[in-house]
């Protein structure tokens, strides 16, 4: 089936540094989702991309669809302690509901 | 407004019993989707219902897992005989459709440990 490749596994930062991960995959998606996860928590949506090559911002995170539609990357800008958590890439393939995600990267920012 | 709703947030049973999971969507999403997550592992899709039908079940594992949605809101998975490999969170989530430009809002998890 299909698999999103997630890179880091994890990272750790000093408050204050930008951070960069990324997603990607052997087969096409239609749509990529990322999902913040605290402990005990549900996923939070955090940028939804629909179109190649689109290039979203929602405060200080901004995320990438790559053009050829396998990948796609998440950056944050000047970490601050609340970042700290657990990101997920997901994808949609077209014609199909079902998310796929990827393995997580888990964020720990030292103070 | 409200966000999913998933009850009990943690249910611990024995392997061979039968447990039930709720899952309460955002009002007016016609779309449910539940998950299953493995410690330190993203989600894996189980099933998704469009309004009262399951759309698409090829995610549950077996057939001691099932999932109903009798009146299009409110759904309940359900997993007879339990084993110690079920032990998991089970994630629900909804959107306003089903088309892939809804993204999928996520409830908080039921955490199932089977002893």
């Known amino acids: 089936g299909q698999q999103l490749n997630q890179s880091p596994q994890s990272m750790f930062i000093q408050e204050g540094e930008d951070v960069s991960m990324n997603c990607t995959s052997s087969s096409i998606f239609n749509t990529w989702l990322w999902y913040k996860q605290d402990p005990g928590e549900g996923p939070v949506l955090l940028i939804a991309?629909?179109?190649?090559?689109e290039l979203t911002s929602n405060g200080r995170l901004t995320a990438q669809f790559g053009i050829t539609r396998k990948d796609s990357f998440l950056n944050i800008s000047a970490s601050i302690p609340s970042d700290v958590g657990i990101y997920f890439c997901a994808g949609l393939i077209q014609g199909a509901q079902k998310l796929v995600f990827g393995q997580g990267t888990r964020l720990t920012i030292n103070p | 407004g409200a966000g999913v709703s998933q009850t009990p947030s943690n249910k611990v049973t024995e392997k061979g019993k039968y447990v039930e999971l709720r899952c309460d969507p955002i009002s007016g999403h016609t779309a449910l989707y539940w998950y299953r997550q493995s410690l330190g592992q993203g989600p894996e899709f189980l099933i998704y219902f469009q309004g009262t039908g399951a759309a698409d079940d090829s995610g549950l594992p077996n057939d001691r897992f099932f999932a109903v949605r009798p009146e299009g809101s409110v759904s309940t998975l359900k997993i007879q005989r339990t084993e110690r490999g079920d032990s998991a969170v089970y994630l629900c989530?909804?959107?306003?459709?089903?088309?892939?430009?809804?993204?999928?809002?996520f409830g908080p998890g039921t955490r199932l440990t089977v002893l």
């Open positions: 989530a909804s959107s306003p459709s089903g088309s892939s430009y809804n993204e999928q809002f």
């Open positions: 991309l629909y179109k190649a090559g």
